[in-house]
């Protein structure tokens, strides 16, 4: 894969606790792409909202507070709503001229096949990647329970010795919290979800002639970051 110098979309995909965020940042960093993130863009649209608050998306209403319980039990939120917010926000990166790095989206088929037309559309097929970062679910389950991200830039701080005491982040200095919703019951729920309706999403990527990238998640973040940069 090679990076043109138009500007591209790079998809990182992996199981919950692979380190997408981190890398899809890192790499946001590197080529001076924009870092979309899912979770961003629903807990902007999910927060104040009130008993009876709906988004209307085809004619369907999606109640918000019925959205935002099943996110909070681990389960995946409604395809359309999701894929409905994140086209808005594609569309207004492409229009400002900025390349986007995505971690999370697409997560179900029914993302993929509305997203991945859209990039192939604004910035076209050849300036798309992806990136599979794979990881055992052993290590996924065992991640997912020590993870934090801290409170101003939810930057993660992946949990080693050397960062087992930081209560404040080290790059802003806000503080540092556990996610409340990462229970060994949501975490469980959550790697089902990803077994049973992103890596389907392989398969689509493959019919679209879609090169992908699958980089082991297992050593330090440096070391993937470098393994994605040379898989690039
Ligand atoms: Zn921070």
Same mark, same amino acid.
């Given at each position: 894969?090679?990076?043109? +110098?138009?500007?591209?979309?790079?998809?990182?995909?992996?199981? &919950?606790?692979?380190?997408?965020?981190?890398?899809?940042? =890192?790499?946001?960093?590197?080529?001076?792409?924009?870092?979309? %993130?899912?979770?961003?863009?629903?807990?902007?649209?999910?927060?104040?909202?009130?008993?009876?608050?709906?988004?209307?998306?085809?004619?369907?209403?999606?109640?918000?507070?019925?959205?935002?319980?099943?996110?909070?039990?681990?389960? =995946?939120?409604?395809?359309?709503?999701?894929?409905?917010?994140?086209?808005?926000?594609? $569309?207004?990166?492409?229009?400002?001229?900025?390349?986007?790095?995505?971690?999370?989206?697409?997560?179900?088929?029914?993302?993929?096949?509305?997203?991945?037309?859209?990039?192939?559309? =604004?910035?076209?097929?050849?300036?798309? $990647?992806?990136?599979?970062?794979?990881?055992?679910? %052993?290590?996924?389950?065992?991640?997912?329970?020590?993870?934090?991200?801290?409170?101003?830039?939810?930057? &993660?701080?992946?949990?080693?010795?050397?960062?087992?005491?930081?209560? @404040?982040?080290?790059?802003?200095?806000?503080?540092?919290?556990?996610?409340?919703?990462?229970?060994?019951?949501?975490?469980?729920?959550?790697? $089902?979800?990803?077994?049973?309706?992103?890596?389907?999403?392989?398969?689509?990527? @493959? +019919?679209?002639?879609?090169?992908?990238?699958?980089?082991?998640?297992?050593?330090?973040?440096?070391?993937?970051?470098?393994?994605?940069?040379?898989?690039?």
């Amino acid at each position: 894969m090679i990076l043109s +110098k138009e500007p591209n979309a790079i998809i990182v995909m992996g199981p &919950p606790g692979a380190g997408k965020g981190t890398q899809a940042q =890192l790499l946001a960093e590197r080529f001076d792409l924009y870092h979309l %993130e899912t979770s961003e863009i629903i807990e902007k649209n999910l927060k104040n909202i009130k008993k009876d608050d709906f988004v209307t998306v085809d004619g369907k209403k999606y109640f918000l507070w019925e959205e935002k319980r099943m996110r909070e039990s681990g389960e =995946l939120m409604s395809p359309p709503l999701i894929t409905f917010w994140i086209k808005e926000k594609i $569309k207004v990166l492409y229009k400002e001229g900025k390349g986007i790095t995505t971690s999370g989206s697409p997560r179900t088929l029914y993302e993929g096949k509305e997203i991945i037309p859209l990039f192939k559309k =604004l910035y076209g097929e050849e300036n798309i $990647k992806i990136i599979l970062i794979e990881l055992s679910v %052993e290590e996924s389950i065992w991640r997912n329970s020590h993870r934090r991200t801290c409170e101003l830039m939810r930057h &993660p701080i992946l949990y080693s010795k050397e960062t087992a005491n930081l209560t @404040k982040c080290p790059f802003d200095g806000s503080k540092l919290l556990s996610r409340k919703d990462d229970t060994p019951e949501t975490i469980k729920i959550r790697l $089902k979800e990803y077994q049973e309706r992103t890596l389907p999403l392989l398969e689509l990527f @493959k +019919k679209q002639g879609l090169e992908m990238k699958k980089i082991d998640g297992s050593p330090s973040p440096v070391d993937v970051f470098e393994d994605i940069l040379k898989s690039l």
